[in-house]
């Protein structure tokens, strides 16, 4: 049987990272149009999005367990294939009915994957005795960036249907041939008495490790916000279109990018509680004074209200984005469970958590507005530091 190097299996991470990054995200930057497809105000949209975290939570009952029984090679192909068909039927329908139930199964193929794919990153760190978790984050945000840009320049000029389309066929189809060359260093099934972790089981020794979740949903829940609604405030709030309602996205995920490839850099030499503390806070400061003066200066003087607005997407991007792949790195290293099973766990929690954030944060909008609802991700990152001593946990594995 073929081998292939510690080195060639980050390659290919990398390339299944970037890819995923790529064509997950094109169709947040173009949430504007795919709202208007289907007639709906924020808060119907808003509550229409967040099913798909029904779809994650009964994925990551399941995934757990099967990537742990039966290796992780099934859930990869067949997430990423049903990925393709449902990206497909969203951006092409115009009826409520219809999303509902492929909404669900999208959010549940992409809860799969990741769990595949995030235990096979810590299968690779167990072979190198290195974190990989935050670089290969960051080339996601590279992979999200990318199609952002992408996004941002088709707005206008090609369809969300056509763009969508073509982009998961090209996409998706790469990353299952990228499947086959990873699959030698697959994480093979473990048929042994002693690991069957059926669904009684995972229920019944299912594990709460505090910490770790409110740090993680406290950290990660501005990019989930800034995804969903940032394009909207945009143009909504600040009246931009044809693809400048994109830029506080685009600048947001640069900072990302910057901030997980370079984190590494000042782990030797500075703690990473107090890295983590410093990012939070400032993140959550920066994004609610950015909102905040960007609603006071409006469409009457948008272009500066846009500066302040990149300003602190920039900031908040920086200071937040290595903190959720820290989090998520703590819930395995403060675990003796098999990583697959740690990370359905935390993921199930963590998509509970978002699931009711988001209905708070879509309704909030509906009530007041988009920018009001904004402030609830900036404050919930000044929590974060009551959290941040989870990450320097003393590893169990």
């Known amino acids: 049987m073929r081998k292939i190097s510690p080195k060639r299996e980050l390659d290919l991470l990398r390339c299944t990272y970037f890819l995923f990054g790529f064509g997950i995200m094109g169709l947040a930057p173009r949430f504007p149009e795919l709202k208007a497809n289907l007639h709906l105000g924020n808060g119907q949209f808003g509550s229409l999005l967040s099913t798909g975290s029904i779809g994650s939570l009964i994925s990551l009952l399941t995934m757990g367990h099967v990537v742990n029984r039966y290796g992780n090679k099934i859930i990869y192909f067949a997430s990423v294939s049903t990925i393709m068909v449902c990206l497909f039927v969203l951006v092409h329908t115009t009826s409520s009915a219809i999303f509902l139930p492929f909404n669900i199964v999208f959010g549940a193929a992409i809860s799969a994957y990741v769990i595949a794919n995030q235990t096979q990153t810590f299968h690779l760190q167990a072979r190198t005795g290195k974190i990989h978790l935050t670089h290969l984050s ?6 999200a960036l990318a199609s952002a840009l992408l ?25 299952l041939v990228i499947f086959y060359y990873l699959s030698p260093e697959m994480i093979a099934p473990d048929l042994s008495p002693d690991n069957d972790y059926s669904i009684r089981t995972l229920i019944t020794n299912f594990h709460i490790d505090k910490a770790v979740a409110g740090g993680l949903l406290l950290a990660s829940y501005l990019e989930f916000a800034v995804g969903d609604w940032i394009t909207i405030f945009a143009k909504d709030t600040l009246g931009f279109n044809n693809g400048m309602n994109t830029i506080p996205f685009i600048v947001f995920m640069v900072a990302m990018i910057l901030g997980r490839l370079a984190i590494h850099r000042l782990f030797d030499n500075h703690s990473i509680e107090k890295l983590v503390t410093l990012g939070a806070v400032g993140a959550g400061i920066g994004s609610v004074l950015s909102v905040a003066a960007a609603m006071a200066l409006g469409r009457e003087h948008q272009n500066i209200a846009l500066l302040v607005l990149l300003i602190g997407m920039f900031i908040s991007g920086l200071g937040s984005s290595f903190i959720g792949p820290i989090f998520t790195n703590a819930a395995n290293t403060r675990s003796s469970a098999p990583a697959s099973i740690v990370m359905a766990e935390i993921m199930l929690i963590n998509v509970f958590l978002v699931f009711v954030t988001k209905w708070i944060v879509a309704w909030t909008a509906q009530a007041t507005n988009l920018g009001i609802a904004l402030f609830i991700p900036a404050a919930m990152l000044l929590f974060v530091p009551y959290f941040a001593h989870a990450v320097v946990h003393k590893p169990t594995k």
């Open 138 to 143: 960051g080339i996601w945000s590279v992979g």
């Open 151 to 175: 996004a941002g320049f088709l707005v206008g000029k090609v369809s969300l249907q056509l763009h969508i389309t073509l982009l998961s066929l090209i996409v998706f189809s790469t990353m």
